[in-house]
């Protein structure tokens, strides 16, 4: 015989026991126990737009600022208007965070690419002139500038003319007389 047996579990979770035998051995029949509902977890998100961010250039590639700036944008953060950081120029990306903003802090650099060793709260060392009103600043070395994918970087002004050709056919006429 076979049958299916429903218990309660200590979070009062249907559970569903089936036997593994198709006949018991020695009496005992061996069952596995498996939730009736998966257990299913929340999380709670918080809005990027909650946090604002500032952007600096601390390399030689210009328009990169503006160009994460952009990404961050899209990606929900509120941002203050790009600046260059303060010399000197750097080889490695950092991000720095206000009181309370480490999680906002990591989850840029893990976005970004950026080392948790590189995640550093905001200080006198921070190579900016001015974080009031940031609760993140994303400084970009060398490193990330080099890894800007073009569709990021706004695009130069560029205008192309359309090369036409033109055709000429010759017109003969003859005058009988």
Do not use: C, E, F
Not at 116 to 125: C, E, F, Q
């Amino acid at each position: 015989m076979l049958g299916v047996v429903i218990l309660q579990s200590a979070s009062h979770s249907p559970v569903v026991a089936l036997p593994t035998g198709n006949l018991p051995l020695n009496g005992v029949t061996t069952t596995t126990t498996t939730p009736r509902h998966p257990a299913t977890s929340t999380s709670t998100t918080v809005s990027h737009a909650g946090v604002t961010v500032l952007v600096a250039n601390s390399s030689t590639t210009g328009g990169v600022a503006a160009g994460y700036s952009t990404v961050l944008q899209r990606a929900g953060w509120t941002l203050l208007p790009p600046v260059t950081a303060k010399a000197p120029l750097r080889a490695t990306s950092s991000v720095y965070y206000a009181a309370n903003k480490r999680p906002d802090a990591d989850a840029i650099a893990a976005s970004l690419g950026i080392p948790d060793s590189s995640v550093l709260p905001v200080s006198a060392a921070t190579p900016v002139a001015n974080t009031t009103g940031a609760d993140v600043v994303l400084v970009i070395g060398s490193d990330l500038a080099a890894k800007t994918p073009p569709s990021t970087v706004p695009p130069a002004a560029t205008t192309s003319v359309p090369k036409t050709t033109t055709t000429t056919k010759a017109h003969t006429s003859s005058t009988a007389g």
